[in-house]
Nanobody, 128 residues
Framework: QEHVVESGGGLVQPGGSLRLSCAAS????????VGWFRQAPGKEREGVSC????????YYADSVKGRFTISRDIAKNTVFLQMNSLKPEDTAVYYC?????????????????????WGQGTQVTVSS
């Protein structure tokens, strides 16, 4: 069964860094669009960063530009989200999702309702 598994969350102080991992199981990320989304308490789920593996295009939400970086390790079949200069407002459950339907990175991140399956997510808490 195809699915993704998120990991890497935790508690970090403001200004700190974390790297989230999204591992594919049962398929490879080739030609998939992969996205990181987050949901804070009382807020809607939002797209944070997406990667279109068919062309390498990426999308970043304005709130994370310059601080977060999405990347892929082909050998490990894993997509990472490197998060630097973390702020308390980055606190949320972070989810990874992947889709084969040739969505652009921009579309996938700005239309989270297009995601057809969500995993467990990983909690990121930024607090002193």
């Amino acid at each position: 069964q195809e699915h993704v598994v998120e990991s890497g969350g935790g508690l970090v102080q403001p200004g700190g860094s974390l790297r989230l991992s999204c591992a594919a199981s049962g398929f490879t990320f080739d030609h998939y669009t992969v996205g990181w989304f987050r949901q804070a308490p009382g807020k809607e789920r939002e797209g944070v960063s997406c990667l279109d593996n068919s062309n390498g295009n990426t999308y970043y939400a304005d709130s994370v530009k310059g601080r977060f970086t999405i990347s892929r390790d082909i050998a490990k079949n894993t997509v990472f989200l490197q998060m630097n200069s973390l702020k308390p407002e980055d606190t949320a459950v972070y989810y990874c999702a992947a889709d084969w339907r040739d969505f652009s990175a921009n579309f996938y991140c700005t239309e989270p309702e297009s995601v057809d399956s969500w995993g467990q997510g990983t909690q990121v808490t930024v607090s002193s």
